[in-house]
């Protein structure tokens, strides 16, 4: 059928510059640029492109730009160009409309309205580069209360198993097959170079990755692919997936064309066969039930390890967690409103369920209320872009926080929000063995690495500003925010004060 | 509206969210026996719950005040019981009052003060030709004028007993070894939150009709909505509330039989509807259209009491486990066929039923037989086995 | 210490004397050549005809090759004399060198044929600096020529000449030009290019008859085996060389065509080696001892020879018959037998036929390895089958592949470039 | 393996699991397999307790008397469990090896997303047996009913096989369950007896069996009746269907681009 | 991965401009990568000299123009005594080399000898390529 959709972005070559080397050509994952042999020049099919810019980047004489198609709609602020396009393409195709990464549409971004504090006069503020500055985070239930062994005066209390992070940032489920391994592989690599978390997503640990399992969450889903034993065995913490920000109350799918001899050994299915995630565990159709799983785990890994559940932010999020803690949760991942994904239907990323920054407040003051905060841990996930945004979090409760689109964008990523198409210029989103190869794993973590050493230096500069040199004292301390230009009722669920009270 | 709700619901949640372990038993030759079988059960599902709500509805415990209601209530703060008394004593000819008999149980803390009044609406002279209806629009008014006192069973010739424990915790509380009954069903709760509300805890009920429930109606709001019209008021903001409203409207006010009810509730899906050529299909499209607002969706069971009568219903899809079970005159239900096993090992029989499909099971009319193999009612949907 | 002596200051010389400076740097060196210059570039002589480069730049190796590594330099004279009894050498001026090892790399002479008349005028060879000066003396432009041989000299001197403003004639025995080199098709491509050029060809024809002119030795015309007579003005006799064995003569080294050595490039006496034109060595391709004439086949022998004179064992992987031909605008490179001999059925040919677009491949099998090689046209990538031919890996699974355009190291299995490449 | 009792010897073990609270219970059990060499271990008075033999690696054969918890054998790895008795919900989850033998029936999602082993069931089972069973390299999981089955057998199957053979029907009574298959995606279905379009899911095709179909058929018959009795012949008399994927990618259209 | 830009870089470093565009677009002939990237996709190699220890290119070398340095391993050809047989093509078994048609003489990498790190090494945006030592 005749598409009426126009090209989204604007391909430009300076043919002064271009040199016909033809690198946009081969790194175009999708087809844009093409080269005519017999006129020797190269040329550019601009309703192809998804503004990724690998070709920008890459091009050696910077001979080439993408900008956003200037086409003008008639104004009209119901109508508005993505309405029209939208239903266009469901016209042309009577499908889901299909997208990827995290939610682009302007709904409030608290963060960007909370401000942090800092020390002047009354205590002083720390030198992060000279002092001590602790961010070392343990995740894993805490014990109400210390007891004594009264006979040796040693610790009495048996201590649930304890995980530590020297910086309480880890890197969010994304699976093998949804990315590539070697973007996983780069995830691996920096989180044991950065002493963090990576979380193999649904999607098994490939044998590759073995030697990194300590730095491993091993996710179990409702699909259960690559669950076995040895997996649950080999991960440092099991993460039972119920939901995903950017999808919550749906399933996956990874499709079969996806699902390469690698990506199948590691999802331990048959090659090419398209990998379901349903939407339900079908085990767990109530709070009982995901008890019994989280038991079920705990007895197959002899309570070894903290069994923690990750849940989408949705709007009786704080009742949820109470009962996630009820049912013996190590840890609770909250993943909001903006969380990403590498496919989700448009329509539920974008209109389905509630930010984080409000999500994790009711949840930290819901906890605290019902006297259970120390039985988890929380890692707020779904939104954050930089250190400022972890730290914030950790005002409103988090423990640590989860990134992933932070984590992809620094090996290139571009959110162009085509990961389901699987031709991911960058090498992430994609299994095609020519694209993926674009990542190496060394140089992926170096980049991961750096991010969080850069994170984590900026991190330690804002806690000695507010005179704190543990991030403990940061949790859930909201004195430490302050709101500008939110109303009444958003600074009640924030718990956090106007500016200037 | 205010009191009972906050209490429940301190949170302001849009619904409580709660699931559990349910277990009834009865006998159909309708003869009292004790509840150890039924505490044992629940404990038996311990795992279940925990520990924030446990309760026991008992059929044929007041036998020497059959026809009077029995008002079980609770009060949080000590004054308020002179003033519930005093508006008891002004719309009921209250005929006996008395706290109900507790024992002091070291995991049971901070219980609230529990009475019952056994009371009646004759001639009085507020009530009017239903006096059902008078009861639910006192309880209703009770529940929601007085802030710390709390109707939480109001039939005749039973009782509600729960609170916030284990269910077997409770049964100690309660006392619950002096009494007998026809049927138990009883209730270990999961809820997501912790209100130390005792008001909260499963059965919930509304004259002689009580519910224990498992699971989480999804459709919730849209049922709460629609039994507003009808003048109930849901005071707890739970889900489960909804179910003993709904029964209440459909089989008391509207006079449908049980098995019509049943398929309002979990209303068989319309390719089932369609593919049926019988003059019943017309009867099941016709509940679905008229009451399309009282069907559960979301993953439930449920046991539904009244007096002679114990219902176990599922949701369409079956999301939440009911193990049915009989040996001789006694029909179990449970959530897992483990507890039924324990205290009664050697069943004639157990199965599983379909989702939608109700089990019912009533006292036996004088001179019938008891009942044969699976002797379910089928729902009017046609249910599959 | 032990001294060596090397007999030819060529590409054999050359190499065994830097094979042996590679192990040992004391004992002594010394290298006797027949000619008066340090090692030159044998196969620039055309261009120097040609008037392309000049002695110094056709340096084998650069001035103070010898100096540096310490090497004795006897010029400008024969080896008149074997005696391996007491591991002597006698060259022209009577000298005796004496040696502990001796590395015999004399060279070929080339061959001049029977032909009547012909001693008894001026004509030329074209294999040493020498040959090309005397020929560069004699030529101007529009002279006529007539070459006999039209093999790989044959056609070298032939391009020079043209680029000179000579006319040449070439006569080739053999049905083909370049008939050692190429099969027919490829040599079809030659023969275009070079009659493109302006050079006649005549095959299938021999000179029986040089025909002198007036004034003493000049040539007039040669008459050939149909007859006909062919004015010209100079002959120039490009047939082949042969090994240059006549001074061992008499004593215990074995000869065949030329002095036979085994994989370890020693002759049959001990502590005598040979290597280059006068030897008869390991050919991988013929399975058993050939001359293959060959500039990179001398040097390696040399430098196998030299490595195992000076006490490193080491074993020669052997040579064959290839060429790198660039000549006339052409690049052709052929290797091995390129012309399986007819009705063996054991032979496996695999063709690439585009001359038309001045391509042409054609890659001979045996027993499912590589026995002969012709690329012609995109010739870059050819050492990989060459390699293979020479490595003697088995190509059934990939053959097809190497005549593919995009011909690379990705056109073998994976673990063979996976190990090279880590090699 | 049929279900007689091996020779008692000092490689057998018992425990008394009345009135033991599961995580004791699991905690024994896994001493004694792994601390201590143990070829049987027979469990007695079995009352609800969940996990047994979850996540357990190990060729030990567990005799249960009673009634196991649920997720028996979840995550398990190589042991055989024999259960007099019945089970309940979720037996077999995710199992990757092993053997699980009921004589009785099993509850709902029996042998959820399993990977691999076998689970025999004299009787019936619940809702969603056999949900999500897939099946990878050698692995391939079978389930095999004597009874009949509840609604959405199959459901979201990607591979292995179930077998069920409506045993408990009379002669020509249809099978009751629906949604056969829904969402199936791989492995296979063979259903002894009458079951009717309308009862499958749409994504579900049917055929006759094969002679390699009937080899399998035959073969799991044989195991069922070695392991609870029965003629096997007569029980391969009846009519047999073969349920299979109609598409290795039913929502390949789902979406738009 | 396949970008190419070795050869780019490398092209423009054996230019005379050194200026990737002026080296591509300007200049006549236009000077040689000596990098090749060879695509069986989805894999790509580059193909180089590889600076071997037993260089058959030095050994067929027939006007002694291509050497090996001893010092740094750096398998050269001096273009003044190249005559553009191309005998050292023949033999690489890597097919390492290419024609200079243009010049007559052979093109092959010389590892940049002018500067530290070589141009392919330094423009290789995955490290595919890195400059090993292997003097012994």
């Not at chain 1, 900008?67 to 009209?76: D, G, I």
């Not at chain 3, 004509?123 to 529009?142: K, M, W």
């Not at chain 3, 050919?283 to 990179?296: H, Q």
């Not at chain 5, 991965?1 to 080296?23: D, F, P």
Request: net charge negative.
């Amino acid at each position: 059928m005749k598409s009426y959709l126009a090209s989204r972005f604007v391909v430009l070559r300076d043919q002064e510059r271009c040199i016909q080397c033809r690198v946009c050509v081969r790194q175009c994952g999708y087809d844009v640029h093409a080269c005519d042999q017999e006129a020797g020049d190269v040329y550019s099919s601009d309703d192809r492109c998804v503004g990724c810019h690998r070709c920008v980047v890459f091009c050696p004489t910077q001979a080439l730009s993408v900008r956003e198609n200037p086409l003008s709609y008639r104004a009209n602020a119901n109508w508005r160009p993505e309405a029209i396009e939208d239903v266009l393409r469901q016209a042309e195709t009577g499908g889901v409309l299909l997208t990827g990464m995290g939610n682009d549409k302007p709904y409030r971004i608290y963060w960007d309205h909370l401000v942090l504090n800092a020390s002047q006069v009354t205590n002083p503020s720390i030198d992060p580069l000279r002092e001590p500055m602790e961010l070392t985070t343990f995740l894993g239930a805490k014990p109400e209360a210390v007891t004594l062994d009264p006979e040796t005066g040693a610790l009495g209390t048996q201590m649930p198993p304890q995980v530590p992070v020297d910086v309480p940032i880890l890197f969010s489920a994304m699976s093998f097959g949804s990315i590539s391994l070697p973007a996983q592989e780069s995830l691996a690599r920096a989180a044991a170079e950065a002493g963090t978390l990576f979380n193999t997503g649904e999607g098994g640990l490939h044998r590759s990755l073995y030697p990194f399992a300590g730095n491993a969450i091993v996710q179990v889903a409702s699909g259960r692919f690559g669950v076995d034993p040895e997996y649950l065995q080999a991960g440092r913490m099991v993460e039972i997936k119920i939901g995903q920000g950017a999808k919550p109350g749906i399933g996956g799918h990874l499709p079969g064309e996806k699902v390469s001899a690698e990506v199948a050994a590691t999802r331990m299915i048959p090659i090419g066969t398209d990998a379901l995630s349903p939407a339900p565990h079908h085990d767990i159709y109530s709070i009982e039930d995901l008890r019994q799983l989280i038991y079920a785990l705990k007895e197959a890994t002899q309570y070894s390890k903290p069994v923690g559940v990750k849940i989408a932010a949705v709007h009786n999020v704080a009742a949820i967690a109470s009962g996630i803690v009820r049912a013996g949760a190590d840890y609770i991942a909250i993943d909001g409103l903006r969380g990403s994904t590498g496919a989700a239907p448009k329509v539920m990323r974008d209109h389905v369920g509630i930010p984080i920054e409000l999500a994790l407040a009711a949840v930290d003051t819901r906890l605290r209320q019902e006297g259970i905060r120390h039985c988890v841990s929380l890692i707020a996930a779904g939104g954050i872009r930089n250190s400022a945004d972890v730290l914030k979090a950790i005002a409103l409760g988090a423990d640590a926080v989860y990134i992933a689109t932070a984590a992809l964008v620094a090996l290139g990523c571009r959110v162009c929000q085509m990961c389901y198409a699987g031709k991911c210029s960058w090498g992430i989103a994609t299994q095609n063995p020519y694209l993926t190869r674009r990542i190496n794993p060394a140089i992926g973590a170096r980049r991961l690495a750096n991010l969080l050493r850069g994170w984590s230096h900026e991190i330690q500069e804002m806690l000695g500003g507010m005179g704190i040199n543990a991030l403990e004292s940061l949790r859930g301390n909201r004195l430490h925010l302050r709101a500008v230009g939110l109303s009444d009722s958003e600074m009640r669920v924030l718990g956090v004060r106007p500016a200037g009270e | 509206m205010r009191g009972t709700s906050t209490r429940n619901n301190p949170y302001g949640d849009g619904k409580v969210i709660d699931a559990c372990s349910i277990f009834g038993v009865m006998d159909v030759t309708g003869r009292p026996f004790s509840g150890d079988r039924a505490i044992a059960a629940i404990a038996c599902m311990h795992e279940r719950g925990n520990g924030l709500g446990g309760g026991f509805a008992v059929y044929g415990c007041y036998p020497d005040f059959p026809d009077w209601y029995a008002l079980h209530v609770m009060y949080m703060e000590y004054d308020v019981r002179e003033h519930v008394e005093g508006y008891i004593g002004g719309h009921f000819q209250l005929h006996l009052a008395e706290p109900i008999p507790t024992r002091h149980v070291r995991t049971i803390s901070d219980p609230p003060q529990l009475w019952r009044y056994f009371v009646s609406t004759t001639d009085h002279p507020l009530a009017g030709e239903e006096p059902d209806d008078y009861v639910v629009q006192q309880v209703m008014r009770i529940n929601t004028r007085f802030r710390n006192a709390f109707v939480f069973s109001s039939g005749k010739n039973m009782g509600v007993f729960k609170g916030v424990g284990y269910p077997e915790e409770l049964a100690e509380f309660y006392c619950l070894d002096e009494y007998r009954g026809y049927i138990w069903t009883a209730h270990g709760r999961f809820p997501t939150n912790t209100p130390g509300w005792w008001g909260g805890a499963h059965p919930f009920s509304i004259l002689d009709w009580t519910v224990v429930h498992n699971g989480e109606i999804s459709s919730y709001g849209t049922n709460r909505r629609y039994l507003e019209s009808f003048g109930y008021h849901c005071t707890m903001e739970t889900d489960t509330e909804v179910v003993a409203y709904a029964v209440d409207l459909l089989v008391r006010r509207h006079r449908l039989p049980i098995e019509a009810a049943a398929s309002v509730l979990s209303a068989p899906l319309w390719s089932h509807i369609d593919r049926d050529s019988s003059p019943r299909s017309t009867l099941l499209r016709a509940l679905r259209q008229v009451y399309p607002s009282l069907l559960l969706n979301g993953p439930f069971t449920v046991i539904i009491a009244h007096a002679g009568e114990m219902i176990g219903l599922t949701d369409r899809i079956r999301l939440r486990p009911l193990t049915a079970a009989r040996r001789g005159p006694l029909v179990y239900l449970s959530s897992e066929e483990s507890a039924i096993r324990l205290v009664d090992p050697d069943l004639d029989e157990v199965w599983t039923p379909l989702g939608g499909e109700p089990i019912m099971t009533r006292v036996l009319a004088p001179g019938e037989g008891l009942p044969g193999p699976q002797a379910a009612v089928r729902p009017l949907g046609g249910g599959t086995r | 210490m032990t001294r060596y002596l090397i007999i030819g200051n060529s590409s054999g010389g050359v190499g065994a004397a830097e094979a042996i400076r590679e192990i040992d740097r004391r004992g002594p060196l010394t290298i006797v050549s027949e000619e008066p210059y340090p090692a030159y570039s044998r196969p620039l002589i055309a261009r120097y005809l040609a008037g392309e480069t000049s002695i110094e730049r056709m340096a084998y190796r650069r001035p103070e090759f010898y100096h540096q590594n310490d090497i004795g330099l006897v010029l400008g004279q024969r080896l008149v004399r074997l005696d391996l009894e007491s591991r002597h050498t006698e060259l022209d001026d009577g000298r005796l060198l004496p040696y502990d090892r001796l590395l015999l790399a004399v060279g070929g002479a080339p061959i001049v044929p029977p032909v009547e008349g012909l001693h008894e005028h001026e004509f030329f060879t074209f294999a040493t600096l020498d040959d090309a000066r005397r020929l560069a003396a004699r030529v101007h432009s529009g002279q006529r020529a007539v070459v006999v041989g039209g093999g790989l000299i044959g056609l070298s001197v032939t391009e020079a000449l043209v680029k000179l403003g000579v006319h040449v004639t070439i006569v080739e025995l053999a049905p083909q030009i370049l008939g050692r080199a190429l099969d027919a098709a490829a040599a079809s491509m030659v023969l275009r290019a070079v009659e493109e050029a302006g050079v006649r060809v005549l095959t299938s024809r021999t000179v029986v008859r040089v025909l002198g002119g007036a004034s003493g030795a000049d040539v007039r015309a040669v008459e050939l085996d149909d007859g006909t007579a062919l004015p010209c003005d100079l002959l120039i006799i490009a047939i082949g060389v042969r090994p240059r064995t006549e001074a061992m003569a008499g004593t215990a080294i074995a000869v065949q065509r030329g002095i036979i050595v085994d994989r370890h490039m020693a002759t049959s006496c001990p502590d005598v080696y040979a290597c280059g034109d006068v030897a008869e060595a390991y050919d991988f391709v013929a399975g058993g001892n050939r001359v293959t004439p060959i500039w990179p086949n001398a040097y390696l022998g040399g430098r196998i020879a030299g490595r195992n004179m000076a006490g490193v064992d080491t074993v020669y992987s052997g040579g064959t018959a290839m060429n790198s031909l660039h000549a006339f605008g052409l690049s052709i490179m052929s290797a091995g037998t390129v012309d399986p001999p007819p009705g063996e059925p054991a032979y496996e040919t695999l063709l690439r036929d585009e001359r038309a677009k001045g391509t042409y491949r054609k890659i001979i099998l045996l027993g499912g390895r590589v026995v002969g090689m012709i690329f012609a046209g995109e010739v870059d990538r050819a050492g990989i089958v060459f390699g293979l031919m020479r490595n003697g890996t088995p190509v059934d699974a990939f053959a097809e592949r190497l005549l593919a355009d995009d011909l690379g190291l990705l056109s073998l299995p994976a673990e063979l470039w996976q190990q090279m490449v880590r090699a | 393996m049929s279900d007689h009792h091996l020779p008692s010897s000092e490689l057998d073990q018992e425990i008394d699991a009345h009135g033991v609270y599961y995580r004791d219970l699991n905690a024994r059990i896994r001493q004694a397999v792994e601390r201590r060499p143990c070829q049987r271990l027979v469990l007695r008075h079995v009352c609800g307790q969940r996990y047994i033999g979850t996540g357990l690696r190990s060729r030990v054969r567990i005799e249960i008397h009673g009634t196991p918890g649920n997720d028996l054998g979840a995550f398990m790895d190589g042991p055989t469990i024999v259960v007099h008795g019945n089970a309940q919900d979720g037996s077999g989850n995710t199992m990757n090896s092993g053997e699980i033998i009921v004589h009785g029936r099993a509850g709902d999602i029996t042998g959820y997303a399993m990977r691999g082993g076998r689970i025999f069931v004299r009787d019936g089972v619940g809702y969603r047996a056999g949900i999500h069973m897939k099946e990878y390299g050698e692995r391939r999981p079978v389930l095999v009913i004597g009874g009949t089955a509840q609604p959405f057998l199959g459901e979201y199957m990607a591979g292995g096989v179930v077998l069920l053979l409506g045993l408990n029907l009379q002669a020509s009574e249809p099978h009751r369950t629906v949604h056969v298959g829904t969402g199936m995606h791989g492995g296979v279905i063979y259903v002894r007896g009458a079951i009717e379009d309308w009862q499958l899911g749409r994504e579900v095709g049917r055929a006759e069996l094969e002679e390699e179909d009937w080899v399998l058929v035959a073969q799991l018959v044989h195991d069922f009746a070695g392991h609870f009795g029965g003629d096997p012949e007569a029980i391969l008399s009846a009519p047999f269907v073969k349920l299979f994927p109609l598409y290795l990618r039913p929502y390949g259209n789902l979406y738009a681009y | 991965m396949g970008c190419h830009l070795c050869e780019v870089h490398c092209l423009t470093e054996h230019s005379q401009s050194r200026h990737v565009v002026r080296a591509h677009k300007r200049e006549r002939p236009r000077a040689l990568a000596r990098v090749r990237v060879e695509e069986a996709l989805p894999l790509t190699l580059a193909i180089q000299c590889h600076q071997c220890d037993e260089p058959m290119c030095v050994f067929a070398c027939l006007t002694g123009a291509m050497q090996k340095d001893p010092e740094t391993g750096i398998v050269t050809s001096d273009s003044e005594r190249c005559m553009g047989c191309w005998t050292c093509i023949m033999v690489c078994p890597f097919g390492a080399l290419r024609r200079d048609t243009a010049r007559g003489v052979v093109a092959k990498c010389d590892l940049c000898a002018h500067l530290v790190t070589p141009a392919c090494v330094a423009h290789c945006p995955n490290e595919a390529l890195t400059l090993v030592d292997v003097t012994p």
